[in-house]
């Protein structure tokens, strides 16, 4: 595979990955359309696992999970009643599926890269 169908096909699943998290936004969290800087700071987490796991450092990955679980520690949000506990769970659930997409995504993407010929 060339460099340019590896770039090609990593920028398509980017903007595929895009419109899909744009589509699974919890209503609550949508500012508008779409949360360019949820989108931007995306790319550069997948971009930051992709150079670290190419590069030879799959401790990155423990480090993007300790910078991720530390970003989301309880702020003071109300979570004494149902509907607060029914919300944090929501965006738990959304904030970890995330996750796990995008470091299974700089994985695919690693292959990718290592597979160029």
């Not at 920028?11 to 359309?33: A, D, N, Q, R, W």
């Amino acid at each position: 595979m060339s460099t340019w169908c590896t770039v090609i096909i990593i920028f398509l699943l980017e903007i595929l990955l895009s419109v899909i998290y744009t589509m699974i936004t919890p209503k609550e969290k949508k500012i508008g359309m779409i949360d360019y800087k949820s989108l931007i700071k995306g790319w550069v987490e997948r971009a930051f696992l992709t150079y670290s796991l190419c590069s030879g450092y799959p401790h990155a990955l423990t480090l993007f999970g300790a910078l991720k679980l530390g970003t989301r520690l309880k702020h003071s949000e109300n979570t004494s009643t149902e509907e607060g506990k029914k919300r944090e769970e929501i965006y738990n659930n959304y904030y970890l599926i995330g996750n796990l997409i995008s470091v299974a995504l700089s994985i695919v993407y690693v292959n990718l890269i290592q597979n160029i010929d």
